[in-house]
């Protein structure tokens, strides 16, 4: 019967992380997987969360099957989150929202829901973008080509010839955008930059899908939200509200990985746009794993929606990306005294969990097998897996490889 299935070659980032779990050297360092780790290299329980699970353990509630859909409480929190409490979007009711098994169960869900009701349509996603974008909407059975995004010269968005692909581009494709800290580059599109991106994506007939995974890790919880609330208020050809996908994660920015908690929105034209689609993503969800779980869920809804636990997990949030930020200055640092002829200053500009290194598939091999340091081989690092205590030998680990 299965003589024919052919074996699975592994996931460019998640056997990685396994490869590292089996590493039997003491002095390991991962910078492979985006999770962040605090200074001592642990995965934190952040303390607003432990105070939010403690609460929910505490209802001693029934554990009944969610709606399809998800929690009630948990889908309003997130949406205040994402568009502001109060926007015009959420009180015209025109934003379909559903709890998903983390953001990449919304991508996939998305991903059907595109593949049902626009089945011509292409999905372009950035170059390089998150190795598994490709995978899942081509595994939903849609065609995926990929828009300039990193230029590789500079270290810099190829801003330009991103949008002068996206100009000529099939109208209806589906365009991926990072809201914030792109992952892998960490190169992100400033606000004007945006400002200039979404009345062509209107102009062109194109439908934005953005993933915002890392919202709180760039420049804090609203600032990462610019891109999403600028589709927002914009309009599309027809002069109606733009309509956009968005999915987001609690995975980094409350650390509950495991809890797969994430949501996919849909902000349609207007409201009866909505119930319909609402009902698609629903269809969707029962067919594929009926309902979400309920436990993260209720955890993330109590942290969003209790003010006591909002301000102690925005402080601890500000506190993860201010580490990150830390870090990439001592990495720097090291860097630049080892090689002062080159430019390093990538680390310090790009946002979020990630930099692309430059370095290439041959020299991430050599940190690995030489010094024990893992990258992703398409030369990301994940900064939030470096600490006091591994940044310098990281340094000094890239500047041999550098040195040749
Ligand atoms: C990553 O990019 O490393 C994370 O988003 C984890 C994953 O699922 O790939």
Redesign the pocket.
């Known amino acids: 019967m299965f003589e024919h299935v052919e074996p699975f070659g592994g996931?460019p980032?998640?056997s990685l992380?396994e490869d590292f779990q089996k590493d039997p050297r003491q002095a390991k360092i991962n910078l492979?997987?985006?999770?962040y780790f605090d200074d001592a290299g642990r995965i934190p329980v952040l303390d607003s969360v432990r105070q939010a699970e403690a609460k929910v353990v505490a209802r001693n509630a029934p554990k009944p099957y969610l709606p399809i859909e998800g929690a009630a409480n948990f889908r309003e929190e997130v949406q205040k989150l994402l568009f502001g409490a109060g926007h015009d979007a959420l009180a015209a009711g025109r934003v379909a929202t559903i709890q998903s098994v983390g953001s990449?169960g919304g991508l996939k869900v998305g991903a059907d829901f595109i593949a049902r009701w626009l089945p011509g349509s292409e999905v372009w996603v950035s170059d390089p973008s998150?190795?598994?974008h490709r995978s899942m909407f081509e595994g939903a059975g849609l065609a995926v080509r990929s828009y300039p995004y990193y230029d590789a010269s500079t270290g810099a968005l190829a801003f330009d010839a991103m949008c002068e692909a996206l100009r000529r581009i099939p109208a209806k494709s589906v365009v991926l955008l990072h809201a914030c800290c792109h992952?892998?580059t960490g190169v992100d599109l400033t606000r004007a930059q945006w400002d200039a991106l979404i009345p062509l994506l209107a102009e062109h007939d194109l439908l934005p899908y953005v993933d915002l995974?890392y919202q709180g890790f760039g420049d804090g919880i609203v600032e990462d939200a610019y891109a999403l609330r600028a589709l927002a208020a914009a309009r599309g050809r027809d002069g109606r509200p733009l309509s956009f996908f968005v999915v987001n994660s609690f995975?980094?920015s409350m650390s509950l990985y495991g809890e797969r908690c994430g949501a996919l929105s849909v902000a349609c034209a207007d409201r009866q746009e909505a119930v319909n689609v609402l009902g698609q993503l629903k269809f969707t969800v029962r067919r594929n794993y009926s309902s979400p779980p309920i436990h993260g869920g209720q955890i993330v809804a109590a942290v969003l929606g209790e003010p006591e636990l909002r301000r102690a997990w925005e402080s601890e949030l500000g506190a993860m990306r201010e580490r990150i930020q830390a870090m990439r200055k001592a990495l720097h640092a090291t860097l630049v005294q080892k090689m002062p002829a080159r430019d390093f200053d990538y680390f310090l500009t790009q946002r979020g969990m990630?930099s692309y290194t430059g370095l290439g598939p041959a020299q991430v091999d050599r940190l690995r097998d030489e010094f024990a340091v893992y990258l992703?081989r398409s030369g990301?690092m994940?900064v939030a897996g470096l600490n006091s205590g591994n940044v310098e030998a990281t340094g000094l680990a890239m500047a041999a490889v550098l040195d040749g």
């Open positions: 996931d980032i998640l992380n492979s997987i985006g999770i990449s998150w190795e598994n992952n892998p995974a995975s980094k990630f992703v990301r994940c």
